[in-house]
């Protein structure tokens, strides 16, 4: 399935990352879920990821994991671990240091700067952010459909 929206502020990401979620639980409720998220810097990754862990971790404080590489969020029935690869060097080693595997094996996955993996686990739900003006964006969200 693709979907694309067009958003123009903080919020409207927010709730583009609430839809997705949204539709997530609905079509695949019993799966876990590696969403990769590809943007320029300061294009909405962190906001896109609060609307998203507003539906599956409700209550989570969602901040940019930019120096811890990961944030937990436990809030939900299923745990979200939020992402960001953008310091961190040789990939494959880095995460194999933080228990990446375990990670991907024990909850949902949202990975901001995903290019920077080595490899991707199979049926990736790939989230596109382009900045289009100062607070306008267009989303790119694909998956596959159940």
């Given at each position: 399935?693709?979907?694309?929206?067009?958003?123009?502020?903080?919020?409207?990401?927010?709730?583009?990352?609430a839809y997705l979620a949204e539709r997530l639980m609905q079509q695949?409720?019993?799966e876990l879920w590696f969403i990769c998220l590809e943007s320029d810097l300061g294009a909405g990754k962190t906001a896109f990821v609060?609307?998203?862990a507003s539906v599956v971790s409700p209550g989570s404080r969602v901040k940019s994991p930019t120096y811890t590489i990961v944030h937990e969020y436990r809030e939900g029935t299923v745990p979200l671990f939020h992402f960001d690869l953008y310091r961190l060097?040789?990939?494959?080693d880095g995460l194999e240091e933080i228990g990446f595997d375990d990670y991907v094996a024990g909850g949902h996955c949202i990975v901001e700067w995903s290019e920077y993996l080595a490899e991707r686990p199979e049926d990736v739900i790939t989230v596109t952010i382009r900045?289009?003006?100062?607070?306008?964006?267009?989303i790119e969200m694909e998956w596959e459909q159940c």
């Open positions: 399935m693709m979907k694309y929206l067009e958003t123009h502020s903080p919020e409207e990401t927010e709730a583009a990352g695949r409720p019993n609060r609307g998203f060097e040789e990939s494959e900045k289009t003006g100062a607070c306008d964006r267009q």
